[in-house]
């Protein structure tokens, strides 16, 4: 709970709105405690008095009733009608939409074509229609804005569980001998509750407003009783010689109906999963800087990562993702980046363009330079120019990265026109010709395919054509063969060393497969919680591993032809990076640990191109 009352006031908006509702809620809630006047009684030579006069602090009405009694006890009518006409609305709406999403088929077919008929007549029009065969009266204006909401319910909540019903927990539900019921209130509800709380939070204003405008028209409340839209209606007569009749009750109708706008905003913000890991704002174009450290000095490598750190801010936590990396590429050498999943191999990678999302990532210290210009901090038109462009990347997974609803020949001739003056004419051939410099069959045919109309290897062909598309000079690759099969996989590494070798492109390539490290890398960084841990030549480390990590990490890949060994298992998990012990982060799992790997920092060490952190490594390096 504290969590998300925190999440929620850090949306100032949605905290703006919930401090107002809830003042307004505390002042309806002790409305009979206060020593107001009777809010019908009536005194007409006492009529429209104006505000602060004697007995009647914001004035009289018509009939010579105060207002602020009126108002007060009008709010508490009006608020207590609009939630309950939401939770009536909310538990019919979602009850139909959970059973015709669940059970589909003709179950299905039957209930959305009568809440399809249902939303075919405008809301406010189907709502008079009620009240009129009902008559007039607040109980009847209720049933009547429940009513009409109970198809936006409907629909929004079938559509969630469709979507949830054809999961594997809900088939595991089935398999297990759960009734239908059963399988409703504990495994469907439960998941849409969320989504339920969401729209009622966004919607009780306006059946507010909608209870308000019923009550205008004279279908609402009656005299005597006050609501604040009675007080409306009855005001508009003298809305020009005694505007406060008017003023009165529209304010407090704007302060509910917005505040509780405002706070449901908020709730929505707060109770979505995909936000909670970030601040309540659109992800900045750069990743944001903050260093405290010196600047390291330009080496003449085409692409040095120097000292870099990346971390998360996340509320009072940081998280250090990157933790003083090092590593640089020359033209057409391939430096493989190696280790467990959560090492930050992945973050430094985004880390070089400035793609980490912000917030909550931010780069604290190192440089980033590129043919010896430091990229870390530069204006974001200067990044612009060189994403893509000079640098280039190759995503793990392709069908997430490209546009499903632009053909590919659109998205590549996009990626070159973005930076090159060009026609569509010549875009469109030049996006032929990377098809079939990446060995794409038919590239003619094949250029105006929509992605899904790929195989997994075509649509990562694609990604290493539109990262060619402006003849960078580096190409990061972040695992873009785990997800192909072997044959595919061989392909694929196959043309990244022969556009290398031809282009003199440098790639840093990120894996977690040894095997593609010893095919493809000239040389291989090993990345553990954050930092390189061992970095040579690919022979000389997967050879003669110098760090125990290392060396657990090539135990575990199985060998073809080598008859029978046991394939290690590293025991633990990798440390969470916002807690790292002090030493070396390995320790806790390593066999070969003593009381000195923990006792401080453990410095990157070796003759070069051979380094290793490691106090005790397994060979002399």
Not at 38 to 43: G, K, L, V
Not at 117 to 136: D, E, K, R, S, T
Not at 216 to 231: E, K, N, T, V
């Amino acid at each position: 709970m504290r969590a998300f009352l925190k999440l929620l006031f850090r949306n100032g908006l949605a905290a703006m709105g919930a401090v107002v509702l809830a003042a307004i809620l505390i002042l309806v809630l002790i409305t009979p405690l206060l020593p107001l006047q009777n809010p019908d009684s009536t005194a007409t030579a006492d009529r429209f008095q104006k505000p602060f006069s004697e007995g009647h602090p914001l004035g009289t009405d018509h009939l010579g009733r105060d207002l602020l009694s009126r108002l007060l006890h009008g709010t508490r009518l009006s608020l207590a009608v609009g939630i309950a006409a939401a939770l009536i609305a909310a538990t019919i709406g979602s009850a139909i939409g959970i059973i015709a999403g669940y059970f589909g088929g003709r179950t299905d077919n039957i209930i959305m074509r009568g809440v399809d008929m249902l939303m075919a007549f405008p809301y406010i029009l189907l709502a008079l229609a009620i009240v009129a065969a009902l008559g007039p009266g607040l109980m009847n204006a209720l049933i009547a804005v429940a009513a009409v909401n109970v198809p936006f319910f409907a629909r929004n909540i079938r559509g969630i569980t469709v979507g949830l019903a054809g999961r594997e927990f809900i088939d595991a539900a089935r398999l297990a001998g759960m009734g239908h019921t059963r399988i409703i209130l504990t495994e469907l509800l439960p998941n849409v509750l969320p989504v339920i709380i969401i729209a009622m939070s966004t919607t009780v204003g306006w059946m507010i407003l909608e209870t308000a405008g019923l009550s205008f028209l004279g279908l609402g409340s009656q005299p005597p009783q006050a609501d604040l839209g009675s007080m409306l209606g009855e005001a508009r007569s003298a809305l020009i010689s005694h505007p406060h009749t008017s003023v009165v009750p529209g304010i407090m109708i704007f302060l509910i109906v917005m505040s509780i706008n405002l706070l449901g905003d908020g709730v929505r913000d707060a109770l979505d999963p995909r936000l909670r890991s970030g601040a309540l704002s659109r992800a900045s174009a750069t990743t944001l800087v903050d260093r405290k450290s010196d600047i390291p000095a330009a080496t003449d490598d085409l692409l040095a990562i120097q000292e870099l750190e990346t971390q998360f801010h996340v509320g009072k936590r940081n998280y250090r993702a990157v933790g003083g990396v090092s590593l640089a590429v020359k033209p057409g050498e391939c430096l493989g980046v190696i280790g467990e999943s959560g090492s930050g191999k992945s973050v430094t990678a985004l880390s070089v363009m400035g793609l980490v999302a912000s917030p909550p990532g931010v780069i604290t210290g190192g440089a980033v330079r590129f043919q010896g210009e430091d990229l870390i901090g530069t204006p974001y038109e200067t990044l612009r120019q060189k994403r893509g462009d000079r640098v280039a990347y190759i995503f793990q997974d392709p069908l997430s990265t490209m546009h499903p609803l632009y053909r590919v020949g659109q998205q590549l001739a996009e990626a070159i026109r973005s930076h090159h003056r060009i026609s569509k004419v010549d875009a469109r051939a030049r996006a032929i010709q990377l098809l079939k410099d990446v060995r794409i069959p038919n590239a003619e045919s094949r250029v105006d395919n929509f992605p899904h109309e790929m195989s997994g290897g075509m649509r990562q062909r694609v990604g290493i054509a539109m990262a060619l598309a402006n003849e960078p000079e580096v190409i990061i690759a972040d695992e873009p063969t785990t997800a192909l099969d072997v044959t595919v996989q061989a392909q694929i590494l196959s043309l990244l060393d022969d556009l290398r070798r031809d282009r003199g492109l440098a790639i840093i390539f990120i894996t977690h497969d040894f095997g593609v490290v010893a095919q493809l890398c000239d040389r291989v960084a090993v990345m553990y919680a954050g930092r390189i841990v061992e970095e040579g030549p690919t022979q000389a480390v997967l050879g003669a591993p110098a760090h125990p990590y290392t060396k657990r990490l090539i135990a575990c890949v199985p060998e073809l032809g080598g008859g029978r060994r046991e394939l290690a298992a590293i025991p633990g998990l990798p440390p969470v990076v916002d807690d790292l012990p002090p030493g070396c982060a390995f320790a806790t799992r390593c066999d070969k640990a003593q009381e000195a790997c923990q006792a401080g920092d453990v410095a990157l060490k070796g003759a070069a191109p051979r380094a290793v952190r490691c106090l005790y490594p397994e060979e002399a390096v």
